[in-house]
């Protein structure tokens, strides 16, 4: 029953803005640990950003500055801003749900985003 639905990629131009939504269902995401990952053409799967159920972020290196990740807990919504977008951030965009008590993460289908002139 647990359910992650990303929304919000498409075509944009370098330097351009784009946000991003994770809309969750089927599970307390108020406590959960949620993250955006995201996947380019022939490589692995990264990490972007995290955020915790107090709020703490973390982002990596290659984003921080220009995306900005924020929950919105009455809403169930996971967010990522992001800004200054360049050709390197062409990807396939990932919602991801940590709990302590599931075996797994649990993955939204993603959202495909294409920083292009």
Known sequence: QVQLVESGG???QP???LRLSCLASGFTFSTSVMSW???APGKERELVATITN???TNYADSV???FTISRDNFK???YLQMNSLKPEDTAVYYCQAIRAAWGRPYWGPGTQVTVSS
């Open 10 to 12: 498409g075509l944009v």
């Open 15 to 17: 330097g351009g803005s």
């Open 37 to 39: 990952y995201r996947q």
């Open 54 to 56: 107090t709020g703490s």
């Open 64 to 66: 921080k500055g220009r």
């Open 76 to 78: 169930k919504t996971l």
